[in-house]
């Protein structure tokens, strides 16, 4: 196969990989970069080390930096404005977009990461034109406006919900090809937007790691970028309605939340309580989902697939999750390969049974991982994404 010249264009700098985001970002990243020449031009809001990424070896970076105050203003302008979505208009840069214009014809394929960098590749440029959309972010927005009752953010998704969704509707018209993370974000999209075009899944991969035993530690394990609100409501429900309620009869179980850029909600759950641990971010994941007795993933917004969850389930961990956590998961076996429940009292009820029940975690954990195995092995994600990118796909 021919070696292609690929430009990706991310919203924010794919590294250090600290959240969901940048796990698909530096994934598509590695599928694309072991077959073809791929360049990156991405927006940073903050400085960063050449020896923070590792793609530095093979590839050449272009960032520029996002102006908070002009990020803002932008916001403000398109409120009052325009109709273009507000989360777009906070990402927009003159420099960036004059920078594509002036290369673009440089390359045999233009990656787009998610409809926040689509606004630079709207007018049709002279490669091939790919949108990953991740996730249905207008299915987030209104999973985010329904779990909101009141306030400033309420107003935000009621506003930014259908117009995200206008904008979807508009890139995928005019990109080439689609892919997105899930089933379920595919279908939302469709049947919202109407259009007869096809949006292809590529889901993450899963890196197995080895069936190495650990001595399980007496904890719950949470792991997610902790400023990300779906994270942050998901962990403040669990504890306040499901672990303060499992610490009076389990005065040892702690519960760990491990994420970096911890907001201050969170940092409060440890200075308020000894049996809460918030680690902020850290280099190596493995040793907390070994020792963990349980994963847990109570999301009550949110969309796309959660990576938390994949990686819980490769370590053959017992995972308690909601059904909005578990939509991207096509073919799972509730119940056997996963638990979900979406509500609080059960929530506890079940997690009381299962940390008195060491052989029925071992057994679901176990099936976790062979669903891993199944589904989300590295070779077949970048199989289908070669065929996608070579038109054997319709």
Request: glycine share 4%; proline share 3%; charged share 25%.
């Amino acid at each position: 196969m021919k070696k292609k010249k690929v430009l990706m264009l991310f919203f924010r700098t794919p590294f250090p990989v600290d959240g969901g985001d940048k796990i698909r970002m530096a994934q598509m990243y590695d599928l694309l970069s072991d077959n073809h020449e791929v360049d990156i031009i991405c927006l940073r809001d903050y400085g960063f080390e050449v020896a923070e990424t590792k793609f530095i070896e093979k590839s050449k970076i272009i960032s520029f930096k996002l102006s908070k105050t002009t990020s803002y203003f932008e916001v403000f302008k398109s409120l009052i404005f325009s109709k273009t979505p507000l989360q777009v208009a906070y990402f927009k840069s003159v420099r960036l977009k004059n920078w594509v214009m002036e290369n673009e014809h440089k390359y045999d394929i233009l990656f787009c990461n998610t409809i926040r960098m689509a606004q630079y590749l709207l007018k049709k440029p002279s490669g091939l034109k790919i949108i990953d959309f991740v996730d249905a972010i207008s299915l987030n927005y209104n999973n985010a406006y329904k779990s909101h009752k009141w306030g400033l953010w309420k107003m935000i998704y009621a506003i930014d919900r259908k117009r995200t969704l206008l904008y979807e509707k508009k890139v995928l018209d005019e990109f080439d090809k689609s892919i997105i993370i899930s089933e379920n974000d595919k279908q939302y999209l469709l049947e919202s937007i109407g259009l007869d075009k096809p949006i292809q899944v590529v889901p993450n991969y899963v890196e197995l790691p080895e069936k190495t035993l650990l001595l399980e530690e007496y904890y719950l394990l949470f792991v997610g970028k902790m400023n990300y609100e779906p994270n942050v409501k998901a962990v403040l429900g669990f504890y306040n309605l499901v672990y303060k309620k499992l610490k009076k009869d389990n005065p040892y179980l702690h519960f760990y939340v491990v994420g970096s850029h911890p907001n201050k909600n969170i940092k409060q759950l440890s200075l308020n309580d000894s049996n809460v641990k918030v680690t902020g971010f850290v280099e190596n994941l493995d040793v907390y989902y070994r020792k963990a007795m349980m994963v847990v993933a109570p999301m009550i917004s949110g969309a796309g697939l959660q990576n938390k969850i994949l990686e819980a389930l490769a370590y053959s961990k017992c995972v308690l999750t909601t059904s909005i956590g578990c939509q991207g998961l096509m073919e799972i076996e509730k119940g056997m390969d996963i638990l979900v429940e979406d509500d609080y009292e059960a929530m506890q009820q079940i997690v009381t049974k299962m940390l008195s029940n060491t052989e029925k975690r071992i057994l679901i954990g176990a099936n976790g991982r062979r669903y891993i195995e199944r589904f989300f092995q590295k070779k077949a994600i970048s199989n289908l994404l070669d065929k996608i990118i070579n038109e054997e796909v319709q």
